[in-house]
């Protein structure tokens, strides 16, 4: 089993830049990022697979750039050139094997406890 604990998040204006970060208490995790609008169903924002393959969702290909301290067993996710549609509670997620299907939130087992991201117009 693994703790995941999230950082960072907010509220911006649009076209800024925001910062988050996943710390989880064991290693060798494929980890992923997550969100989820009111009445919209989860979807996945960016991983990084058992494989080491990073994936991005289309939506947030080109503004959005995760990274995997290894050392730190930390995920970070820095969002760029921030969309009101971007609004969304982000979550953080790990399990210990995941393959291609890595933006599939039903690939994951484990969840951090997910922070408010909110971009304004």
């Known amino acids: 089993q693994v703790q995941l604990v999230e950082s960072g998040g907010g509220s911006v204006q649009a076209g800024e830049s925001l910062r988050r970060s996943c710390a989880a208490s064991?290693?060798?995790?494929?980890m992923a990022w997550f969100r989820q609008a009111p009445g919209k169903e989860r979807e996945g924002v960016a991983a990084?697979?058992?494989?080491?393959?990073?994936y991005y969702a289309d939506y947030v290909q080109g503004r959005f750039t995760t990274s995997k301290d290894h050392a730190k067993i930390t995920l970070y996710l820095q969002m760029n050139s921030l969309k009101p549609e971007d609004t969304a509670m982000y979550y953080c997620?790990?399990?210990?094997?995941?393959?291609?299907?890595?933006?599939?939130?039903?690939?994951?087992?484990?969840w951090g406890q997910g922070t408010q991201v909110t971009v304004s117009s």
């Open positions: 997620a790990a399990d210990v094997w995941v393959g291609s299907t890595a933006l599939s939130p039903s690939e994951y087992a484990y």
């Open positions: 990084v697979n058992s494989w080491g393959t990073t």
């Open positions: 064991r290693s060798n995790y494929a």
